[in-house]
């Protein structure tokens, strides 16, 4: 086997290149092999290349003993919810995300609902490196079954969220996994619901699968001509959402991400809440604002649902629109986090782009340094030092992922591209000026390290 097979978010690569069916069934029996689950769920995202991968990694989970349950077509968050529900022993979903529509992926989730971590994946890369798969006996090969059990996620979130006000939303699944329950919920819950590019197409004829600012305009322009509240759109999977307000506005995924954190916090009268090393600082002033704490965890979900249920947090979230609501489960959830948005909205009294206002917005500079492949490592393993040296008066250092000091008025992280040969330096500043200094004196330490390392 070449590279590493398992990134951050499973394995991941271009169908029929990367990812092929024969690579889907020895991990599906790496995954019957690992787990020894009696019982695993699996489902699937709407890409052309799914249901062949599904049917592989069924063949490899049967092969190994596993009864299997297929759940159709259904988002990342719905399967690792039912994995739970109906207490399968894992739950493996085929999904590249929010990846171009050639992509598909692998992921797996344990029966607590969290995607399995590093020490996980690597054991599953172990087994199908050695090929030392537990098949069984002809006797005991699994069987398949098939059953939608969508109703219980919707019981669930009709029990646990209601809306008073009859919202105006649209909907843009993105020809993606929510496109059937995402306008059903909200339609549910009493939302005057127009939804566009809600029909299942693994092409993504409509828009590419991940929403942001620049994939989502006609949307933005749909919520501003007919005058509606908001607009949500979600991942190719489902396990991320970007709203637009009722403007037609995009809403930044940091403020946006902040004034939610802001508002649980208050409602909760404290609590933690998680999110990552690159979220920006307004998520601190609106958490700490209301009495909670902010733990940061390594970039990927995983670690956010991980740092969650540890620290039993009230809520986390990413910064690219990976909500985590742990009172539901321990996977972002794109659906849930619309429906409890638009419940913070309620209780706030506020149009979107009011409630997005109470997060203060800093600006961000980023730099990139060359950086050799072989160096880049332990050149952000030891500017540690010298950055603590140079910003004595520091509030936090962490090096949970890359090294990162949070200052007075400000932040420094400092990364090795888990990618391309480079280090990437971002920082936020209380003003763009801050921000550009701090940046200067970061830039000057990182390059220093570089050209001793090199000698
Ligand atoms: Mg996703």
């Not at 085929?94 to 598909?104: D, F, K, L, R």
């Not at 997060?359 to 980023?366: G, N």
């Not at 140079?390 to 090294?403: H, L, M, P, Q, T």
Request: hydrophobic share 40%; glycine share 10%.
């Amino acid at each position: 086997m070449n590279a590493k097979l398992f990134g951050s978010s499973g394995v991941r690569g271009i169908a029929n290149i990367d990812v092929t069916p024969n690579l889907a069934s020895k991990v599906g029996l790496a995954v019957a092999t690992f787990s020894k689950a009696k019982e695993i769920v699996v489902a699937r995202d709407t890409r052309v290349s799914g249901l062949m991968l599904q049917d592989a990694l069924v063949s490899g989970l049967l092969a190994g003993g596993a009864k299997t349950k297929y759940l159709g077509i259904v988002p990342t968050p719905v399967l690792a919810f039912l994995t739970r529900e109906l207490k399968a022993g894992a739950g493996v979903m085929i999904t590249a995300s929010h990846n171009p529509p050639q992509y598909n992926g692998i992921k797996v989730f344990n029966k607590d609902s969290i995607a399995y971590d590093e020490q996980d994946q690597d054991k599953i890369e172990e087994i199908v490196e050695h090929e030392s798969f537990s098949l069984t006996d002809w006797r005991n090969v699994g069987e398949a079954t098939s059953e939608d059990e969508t109703r219980l996620y919707l019981e669930t979130t009709n029990k646990n969220v209601r809306l008073e006000k009859k919202w105006n939303i649209v909907l843009d699944p993105g020809c993606g996994a929510t496109y059937e329950l995402a306008p059903l919920i909200h339609k549910q819950l009493g939302c005057n619901v127009t939804a566009i590019n809600a029909q299942p197409d693994g092409y993504f004829p409509a828009r590419n699968p991940e929403p942001k600012a620049e994939t989502l305009t006609p949307l933005s322009g749909i919520v501003r001509e007919l005058g509606k509240d908001i607009g949500i759109a979600y991942d190719g999977d489902g396990d991320r959402v970007a709203f637009i307000d009722e403007k037609g506005g995009f809403a930044d995924f940091d403020r946006v991400l902040a004034a939610y954190a802001g508002y649980i916090t208050k409602k909760k009268g404290g609590g933690i809440v998680v999110t990552n090393v690159e979220a920006s600082m307004c998520v601190e002033k609106m958490v700490e604002k209301h009495g909670g704490k902010v733990v940061r965890t390594k970039v990927g979900d995983v670690y956010l649902s991980q740092a969650i249920k540890k620290h039993k947090a009230i809520f986390g979230g990413e910064p690219c629109g990976a909500w985590i609501h742990p009172q539901f489960h321990y996977c972002p959830d794109g659906i849930l986090s619309s429906l409890l948005l638009l419940k913070a909205l309620e209780d706030e009294k506020a149009k979107l782009s009011e409630l997005i206002a109470q997060a203060p917005q800093y600006p961000t500079v980023r730099e990139n340094i060359n950086c050799g492949n072989r160096t880049k490592y332990s050149v952000v393993e030891k500017v540690g030092k010298n950055l603590k040296s140079a910003f004595s008066n520091y509030k936090e250092f962490s090096i949970v992922d890359g090294v990162r000091l949070s200052l007075e008025n400000g932040w420094i992280l400092v990364r090795a591209s888990g990618t391309e040969e480079l280090i990437r330096l971002t920082v936020e500043g209380e003003s763009l000026k801050t921000a550009k200094r701090i940046m200067n004196q970061s830039l000057g330490i990182v390059k220093e390290q570089v050209r001793r390392i090199k000698k």
